[in-house]
C-alpha cells in the first residue's frame, strides 16, 4: 500500500473515532447530568468535543489526498440515491455540521439543555450513519476478504474501541488544562472521570473480545471463501502475519494498560491528572493496533477478474 | 570518509564527556539533572560514528557483520537517548497551558507514523535500513528538535536573567541541534518506502510491498532536497561531512553552553554577597534603630523617674506617661485604667490619642473583657493578629475605628492589680515582643509614680502629725510651764498676802505679768501659726506676708517682707510646706532668742544653670550667735533637713551684735509640669492613703 492509500485507513479511522468518543462523551454526560447538573457537565465536555469537531475534519481532510484531484470531490455527492460512497459522504458531512452545531452551542449559548441533548444524539446517529455506510462501500462481491457483514460489525466495533480508549485520554488531558486555569469545577471533573474508568474499561475490553472474534470468523470465512479469498488469507498469514501478531499484542496490551490506569486510579497512588501517561499509552498501543486491523483490511483485498 | 567519522565521533564523545564531568561537578539548577542523557547521548552516538568508522574501513564479513548489527543497536538507542534528553530539557521550565493538548493532537499522527513504520519492517528491504530511517524519523528528528526548542527556551530564560553571554550559547546550541535534526534526523538513505520513497522518487518508484510501478509523482517535489545525492550534489559535500559539521556545531555550543553552571555560580556567589551586604546593612541599621529606640525610652523613663523624684504631681506624670508610651510604640491609643474600691470595676484614668492627652473628668467604666482578662491573669497580653476583630472591640476608647492589634500589661501594687495599661493600633502593624517589654517598663513607672504619691501624701500625713506634735511640745514647755510657774506663785502670792509683804507681793505680781506676757505671745504665735495654713486660696506669698504682718503686731517688731516672685512660685507641694515650716521655726527663734527690734523677709526666684529656684531670706537685727556653736542647734538642723528633704539647702549667717540671716533655697518645678492635672489623691479617694 503506497502513502498515498493510506489516506483511506485515516480517514475511516479518524472518522470512527470521533464518531465512538462522541458517543462515549454523550453517554456520559447523560449518566452525570443527574449528578453534577447540566452546566457543569457541559461545561467540561466543550474541549473535548472541539478536539471531536477537529479529528472528524481532519478526517474528511485527509481523504481528499486519496482523490486524484480533490478538488471535484463534491461530485462523489449527486449518486445518493445508488451509491454507498455518496451516502457516506452526505452523512460525515452532516455529522460534522451536527458536531460543529453542538460545539456551537456548547461554547456560546447558556441552557437549551434539551436542544443541546437531541443535537448531540443526532450527531451520534449521523456518526453511526456514516459508518454504516462506510462498511457498505467495501461489500463488494469483487472483493472476498470484506464482503462480508463482518465488515460491518468490526468497524462498528473498532468505533466503539476508540471510543472507549480516547475519552479518558481527552477528559484527563481537559482536566490538566482546567487546573492549569485554576478553575472551579475540577472536583466534578475528578468524579466524573473516575466514575466512568470501570465500565470504560470493561466496554474496552469486551470489544477487544469482540474484535479478536470476529477477525477469527473472517479468517474462517476467507478459508471457505473462492480461489481470491485463498490469496488474501495466504497474505495476511504469510506475508503480514508479523503485523497480525503485533496488532493483536498491542490491542490487549493496550486494553490491559487501561485497566492498569483504572487500578491506580481506585488505588489513590496518583492523582487523576497523573493518570495522563497510562491513559495515553494504552490509547496510544490500541489506535496503532487499529490502524494496523485497518492497514491489514485494505492490504489483503484481492479482486476478483478485472 | 573515515577521518569525517572520527571527528564526528570524537566530537560526540567531547560532548558526553564534557557533560558527564559537568554532571560531576553537581549543580541545582535543573537543567544539571538532564545532562546524563545527554552525556549518555554523546558517548554512544560518538561509539556509532566509530562503528560507521570502522565499516568504511573495510575489514572481513564477519567483522563486518558484528559492527552492523551493534549498529543497529547503538542508532536507535542514541535517537532514544536523544529523545529523553530533549523531551527533558524542553520540560525543564514550565510550559504553557495550552501545551497539555499536545498529546490530544499528536495521538493521531503518532500512532500513524509508528503503524506505518511498523509495516516497513516486512518489506524485502534489508533490516538495517528501515531501522536506520526510522531511528532518524521517529527518534532522532523529535529527538533533536525538542532539545532545539529546549535550548532556545533556556537562551529566553538567561536573556531575561540578563546572562546573555551564556544566553547567546544557549541560542546557538538550540539552533545548532535544530540543523542537527535536519541533517540528521530528516535526510534518510534512499528506501522504497516512507517519506523517502517519495522524495527519492526519481530512483525508488515502485511499491514496496508489492513490486508494482506506483508511478511518478512530484507531490513532495522540495523534498528532493533531503536526498544523500542531491546534497552531494548541490553541495559538493557528502552528508557525512555535513553531519560531522552539525556534531562540532552541537558540541561547540552545548559545551561552551555549560558554562551557564559556572555562571549562575557566580551569579549565586554575587547574589549571596549582596544579600550578606544587605544583610550586614540591614543588621546595622536595626542596631541604630534599636538604639536609638531604647535611647528613647531610656530618655523618657529617665525624666519619668526625674518628675517622681521631684515629687510632681502625679496626674501629670501619668499623662507624661500614657503619651510618651503611645509615641514611642507608635500606637494609636494607650489608655491607663484603675481598680476602683469596687475591686470588679475598672475605671479609665487617663489616655492618649494622635488628637489629645488627658484625664478622664467624669468616670468611663472599661468593659473590655480582653483588658478584664488581662488584668487577672498573670502574664502581659499581645495580639498575635489571627484574633477575630470582635475580640479588640472597644479597646481604642472615645474612637470610632477598630483596633488590629493591641499589647495589655497589668498594673500590679504589692502583687495585687490595681489596673492596666494598654496600647492598641488601627494599622496592620502587630506588636512585638520587644513593645510589650517596653509597655511592662512603662507599667512599672505607673506603679512607682503611684506609690511615690502615696508616699508623699503619707509624708504630708506625717508632716501634720509633726507639727501637731511641736504644737504639744510648746504648750507643753511654754503654756503649761507657765501655768505651773503661775500657780505656784499664786501660792507664793497667798503666803505674802498672809504676810503682809506688800513690796514682796508686788514682786511677785510683777515676775508673774512678765510670764503671762510670754505666754500670751507663744500662744498668739502659735495661733497663727495654726493659722497659717497653705490651702488658703490667696497662695503661699499673700499667706507668709498675712503671717509676717500679724507677727510684727503680735510679738511688737517691725517687720518688712519683700515679694520679688514674678508669676507663680512652681514649688511642689511638699516643698511649700517645709518652706513655711522653716520660716516660722525661724520666726520664732527671733522672738525667742534675737532680741531684735526689725525683721525682713525676702522671697523671689532665681535662676541658675541648673534651672529656676526659689530664694527665702529671713534677716534680723538682733544679738546675732556664733554660727559654730549653733551647730548642735536642734532648730537649726531640723530646718536644714527640712530644706534637704525637697533637694533644697539652708545656710545660716551670723555676727555676734548684728544679726542674723538664714537663706533657704527651694528648686522649681517646670512650669508646664504643673500646669497638667491635679493631685490624683485630692480627687474623690479613688486611692486613699492607708
Not at chain 1, 208 to 220: D, E, G, K, L, T
Not at chain 1, 248 to 258: I, N
Not at chain 1, 271 to 283: D, S, W, Y
Not at chain 2, 282 to 294: E, G, L
Amino acid at each position: 500500500m503506497n502513502i498515498r492509500e493510506w489516506t483511506l485507513p485515516v480517514y475511516t479511522i479518524l472518522t470512527q473515532l470521533a464518531t465512538g468518543a462522541l458517543f462515549m462523551l454523550w453517554v456520559i454526560r447523560t449518566l452525570s447530568n443527574f449528578k453534577y447538573g447540566r452546566e457543569e457537565v457541559d461545561r467540561i465536555i466543550k474541549i473535548p468535543i472541539l478536539i471531536i469537531l477537529v479529528t472528524v475534519i481532519a478526517g474528511i481532510t485527509g481523504a481528499h489526498f486519496h482523490l486524484s484531484r480533490p478538488y471535484l470531490s463534491f461530485l462523489a455527492l449527486r449518486n445518493f440515491h445508488s451509491s454507498w460512497l455518496s451516502r457516506e459522504l452526505v452523512f460525515n458531512l452532516g455529522f460534522i455540521f451536527s458536531v460543529g452545531c453542538l460545539w456551537s452551542l456548547l461554547w456560546f449559548v447558556n441552557g437549551h439543555h434539551k436542544l443541546k441533548t437531541v443535537l448531540g444524539w443526532v450527531a451520534i446517529l449521523f456518526g453511526f450513519t456514516t459508518d454504516y455506510c462506510m462498511s457498505r462501500v467495501y461489500l463488494l462481491p469483487s472483493q472476498p476478504a470484506w464482503n462480508s457483514p463482518l465488515t460491518t460489525v468490526s468497524f462498528l466495533v473498532t468505533m466503539l474501541l476508540l471510543g472507549v480508549m480516547t475519552v479518558p485520554v481527552l477528559l484527563i488531558m481537559d482536566l490538566k488544562f482546567s487546573k492549569s486555569q485554576q478553575q472551579e469545577n475540577q472536583s466534578i471533573r475528578i468524579r466524573i472521570i473516575q466514575g466512568s474508568f470501570d465500565w470504560l474499561a470493561v466496554i474496552a475490553v469486551v470489544m477487544a473480545i469482540v474484535i479478536a472474534v470476529v477477525n477469527f470468523f473472517q479468517i474462517s470465512s476467507l478459508r471457505a471463501g473462492n480461489e481470491a479469498a485463498q490469496t488474501s488469507l495466504d497474505l495476511l498469514l504469510e506475508l503480514y502475519q508479523p503485523l497480525l501478531i503485533i496488532r493483536y499484542a498491542l490491542l490487549f496490551v493496550g486494553v490491559g494498560w487501561l485497566g492498569f490506569a483504572v487500578v491506580l486510579s481506585h488505588s489513590r497512588r496518583k492523582a487523576t491528572e497523573e493518570l495522563m501517561g497510562p491513559v495515553f499509552i494504552a490509547c496510544l498501543l490500541v489506535l496503532i493496533a487499529e490502524i494496523l486491523g485497518r492497514f491489514l483490511f485494505f492490504a489483503i483485498h484481492v479482486r476478483i477478474g478485472i | 570518509m573515515m577521518l569525517i567519522f572520527f571527528f564526528n565521533g570524537l566530537a560526540f564523545g567531547g560532548l558526553g564527556l564534557a557533560a558527564y564531568l559537568q554532571r560531576r561537578q553537581g549543580s541545582d539548577l535543573p537543567l544539571n539533572k538532564h545532562l546524563k542523557w545527554l552525556a549518555a547521548f554523546g558517548f554512544v552516538c560518538g561509539v556509532t560514528s566509530w562503528i560507521d568508522m570502522f565499516m568504511t574501513s573495510g575489514s572481513t564479513e564477519e567483522y563486518l557483520h558484528a559492527l552492523g548489527i551493534l549498529r543497529m543497536v547503538t542508532q536507535p538507542l542514541t535517537g532514544l537517548l536523544l529523545l529523553k534528553f530533549g523531551w527533558d530539557i524542553l520540560r525543564d521550565l514550565p510550559l504553557p497551558a495550552w501545551t497539555f493538548f499536545i498529546p490530544g493532537v499528536l495521538i493521531v499522527p503518532i500512532a500513524y507514523v509508528i503503524t506505518y513504520a511498523a509495516t516497513t519492517f516486512i518489506t524485502t528491504s534489508p533490516i538495517e535500513v528501515p531501522i536506520d530511517i526510522w531511528s532518524r524519523y521517529l527518534l532522532y528528528l523529535p529527538g533533536a528538535i525538542m532539545a532545539g526548542i529546549g535550548f532556545l527556551r533556556q537562551w529566553n530564560m538567561q536573556r531575561k536573567l540578563g546572562l546573555s553571554d551564556v544566553a547567546n550559547l544557549m541560542l546557538g546550541a538550540g539552533l545548532a541541534f535544530l540543523f542537527e535534526a535536519f541533517i540528521v534526523g530528516l535526510v534518510v538513505p534512499a528506501a522504497p518506502y516512507g517519506p523517502a520513497s517519495y522524495y527519492n522518487y526519481d530512483r525508488v518508484v515502485y511499491n514496496a510491498f508489492t513490486g508494482e510501478q506506483a508511478g511518478v509523482t512530484g507531490f513532495f517535489g522540495l523534498t528532493a532536497w533531503l536526498d544523500y545525492e542531491r546534497i552531494l550534489k548541490v553541495t559538493g559535500l557528502p552528508i557525512s561531512f555535513w553531519r560531522m559539521l552539525s556534531a562540532f556545531a552541537v558540541t561547540f555550543f552545548v559545551v561552551r553552553g555549560l558554562g551557564v553552571f559556572e555562571a549562575t555560580r557566580n551569579r549565586q556567589l554575587k547574589a549571596l554577597q549582596e544579600e550578606r551586604a544587605q544583610a550586614q546593612k540591614a543588621a546595622f541599621d536595626a542596631q541604630i534603630v534599636a538604639r536609638q529606640t531604647a535611647e528613647k525610652w531610656t530618655e523618657v523613663l529617665v525624666s519619668i523617674n526625674r518628675r517622681i523624684t521631684e515629687l510632681e504631681d502625679v496626674d501629670s506624670i501619668l499623662l507624661y506617661i500614657v503619651e510618651n508610651a503611645r509615641k514611642l510604640l507608635l500606637a494609636d491609643f494607650v489608655g491607663l485604667a484603675l481598680l476602683t474600691d469596687d475591686p470588679s470595676c475598672l475605671e479609665l484614668k487617663c489616655f492618649s490619642n494622635e488628637d489629645t492627652a488627658e484625664m478622664v473628668q467624669s468616670p468611663v467604666v472599661v468593659e473590655t473583657p480582653l483588658i478584664l482578662e488581662t488584668l487577672q491573669a498573670v502574664h502581659s497580653y499581645r495580639s498575635s493578629g489571627d484574633e477575630p476583630p470582635a475580640m479588640l472591640e472597644n479597646i481604642i476608647v472615645g474612637l470610632e475605628r477598630p483596633a488590629s492589634g493591641a499589647g495589655i500589661v497589668r498594673l500590679e501594687l504589692d502583687n495585687r492589680p490595681i489596673g492596666a495599661l494598654w496600647a492598641a493600633r488601627s494599622v496592620e502593624m502587630p506588636f512585638t515582643e520587644t513593645d510589650l517589654i517596653w509597655l511592662e517598663c512603662m507599667a512599672d513607672q505607673v506603679v512607682i509614680a503611684i506609690q511615690h504619691g502615696l508616699m508623699t501624701s503619707q509624708l504630708q500625713s506625717l508632716s501634720i502629725t509633726e507639727e501637731r506634735a511641736r504644737i504639744a511640745r510648746e504648750m507643753h514647755d511654754g503654756l503649761a510651764q507657765v501655768l505651773g510657774y503661775l500657780n505656784l506663785q499664786v501660792q507664793t502670792l497667798e503666803a505674802l498676802f498672809k504676810q503682809g509683804k506688800q513690796e514682796a507681793l508686788h514682786a511677785e505680781l510683777e515676775q508673774m505679768r512678765e510670764a503671762i506676757r510670754v505666754a500670751n505671745a507663744d500662744v498668739r504665735e502659735n495661733i497663727l501659726s495654726l493659722r497659717t495654713t497653705l490651702a488658703n486660696e490667696k497662695g503661699l506669698v499673700s499667706a507668709i506676708g498675712e503671717y509676717l504682718e500679724e507677727f510684727g503686731i503680735q510679738i511688737g517688731i517691725e517687720t518688712c517682707f519683700v515679694d520679688n516672685v514674678e508669676g507663680e512660685l512652681n514649688l511642689s507641694s511638699v516643698a511649700e510646706v517645709q518652706l513655711v515650716c522653716i520660716l516660722q521655726e525661724a520666726l520664732a527663734n527671733v522672738r525667742k532668742h534675737a532680741r531684735a527690734s526689725q525683721v525682713r523677709v525676702l522671697i523671689k526666684k532665681m535662676t541658675q544653670k541648673e534651672g529656676e529656684y526659689i530664694n527665702l531670706q529671713i534677716s534680723d537685727n538682733g544679738i546675732g550667735f556664733t554660727v559654730r556653736d549653733s551647730k548642735r542647734s536642734f532648730g537649726l538642723k531640723t530646718m536644714r533637713e527640712r530644706a534637704n528633704s525637697t533637694r533644697g539647702t539652708l545656710e545660716v549667717h551670723s555676727v555676734l551684735g548684728t544679726g542674723t540671716t538664714i537663706e533657704c533655697r527651694f528648686p522649681c518645678i517646670e512650669a508646664e509640669q504643673l500646669k497638667k492635672g491635679q493631685a490624683i489623691f485630692s480627687r474623690e479617694g479613688r486611692l486613699s492613703v492607708p
